[in-house]
């Protein structure tokens, strides 16, 4: 192999490594930045779905409690139902002590058991409890007897648990959110690379080029003049 083509075979090799390296770094940054910006942007839209629900779980539970207490269940019923219009709320089920769906806004979930681990969480502590799943968020909210359902139920005792109402809210939004998120960030991961990939063949291609026009000008001329003078000689 020619002196001029190891000297641009070996210039050609080490500028690519090192183009390499600063493209893989910045393809590293780039890519993590924006993973922790999508991130983020899920983050604000879970936040504002969840405080949306919240909102529209105080609202409801403001409408039905006072048909609840009052034990006006046809009322309440009819209230139920009526909240199947509401966007977003799959369901709000009435569960009695024993964490059975006595009344829904879905009649066909009317006897269903709560889910196996809730009756501990839901019916034995006076607070609101949220469970999420794959596909909705719930939300528990306890009844503690109070002075006006003893006229009903004389059995019962003030303060104590004897139900609850479970609002259950789509979480589509924020699912369609992370699919279109996660779509965005393999798209621009894949630019980036591909970015990084033409920066680099670019680069060693310009090098190239440049090598060969001063190589053959600045060494390889003046080469091939010393080796005719030289053979002038013999």
Known sequence: MKLNAKLILSLVVVLTVTVAAAQAVQYLWTS???SKINDHNLELI?????????????SVMRAIEG??????????TRLLHSLNAVKGLQEVSLFDAGGKVTHSSKPE???????????KQVLTLPKEYNRETAESLEIYQPHQVVSDCIRCHTSWKIDEIRGA??????????IKA????????????SNSLWSALLSVAAVVAIF???MLIT????????????VEMLEQYD
Request: zero cysteines; aromatic letters at 6%; proline letters at 1%.
């Open 32 to 34: 993590s930045l924006v």
């Open 46 to 58: 879970r936040g504002s779905q969840e405080q949306q629900a919240s909102n529209l779980s105080v």
């Open 67 to 76: 048909s609840l207490v009052r034990g006006e269940m046809e009322k309440f």
């Open 109 to 119: 979930f009317i006897g269903r058991q709560m889910a196996e681990g809730l009756e």
């Open 165 to 174: 109402t479970m609002l259950r809210f789509s979480k589509e939004a924020l």
């Open 178 to 189: 992370q699919h279109e998120a996660t779509e965005a960030l393999a798209a621009a991961k």
């Open 208 to 210: 190239v080029l440049g």
């Open 215 to 226: 190589v053959s000008k600045f060494v390889g001329r003046p080469m091939g003049k010393l």
